[in-house]
């Protein structure tokens, strides 16, 4: 089942924009041991995928679709999350430290727990997010 599962998550990553392609042998490592730390994953759909306890330190996710994704307690340090979408994605937990979310959208995600040291954050919209302490921020909701 976990192989029907990595095998549909790998075509729907496919669908990532020709401009922004992703190399498959990166997704393939991480659907396979949750890790791919400095993997280049930009553009890939990885919509509603349970990657709890990842590490994608390092990564480049631009314009990566993380859209309802499961991220609690991955490592993102020093990845460039930059234009993705996290909207509905739960990161508890995560370590964010250092990493680029530059024009990237939060709404409705839960930073319960994050770590945000030194991110940059330039443009960011965390429109009904949980951020790390709790609180609820509307940054962007306009």
């Known amino acids: 089942m976990k192989r029907l599962l990595a095998g549909g998550a790998l075509i729907m990553a496919l669908g ?4 922004m392609a992703f190399d498959p042998a990166h997704l393939e490592q991480l659907l396979a041991t949750n890790s ?3 993997c280049d994953l930009s553009g890939a759909r990885l919509t509603g995928m349970d990657l709890t306890d990842a590490d ?10 993380l859209f309802i994704a499961n991220l609690t307690n991955a490592n993102l340090s020093g990845a460039r999350i930059i234009r993705a979408d996290l909207t ?3 990161l508890n937990g ?23 040291t030194d991110a940059i954050l ?3 919209v ?10 609820v921020n509307d940054t962007g909701c306009e």
């Open 36 to 38: 791919c730390p400095g």
């Open 16 to 19: 990532a924009s020709p401009s």
């Open 56 to 65: 994608l330190s390092g990564a480049n996710l631009i314009f990566a679709s």
């Open 126 to 135: 965390f429109c009904a997010t949980t951020m790390p302490d709790g609180n």
């Open 94 to 116: 995560a370590d964010l430290t250092a990493a680029n979310l530059s024009l990237t959208t939060f709404l409705g995600a839960d930073l319960t727990g994050a770590i945000l």
């Open 122 to 124: 330039t443009d960011t």
């Open 88 to 90: 509905n994605a739960t």
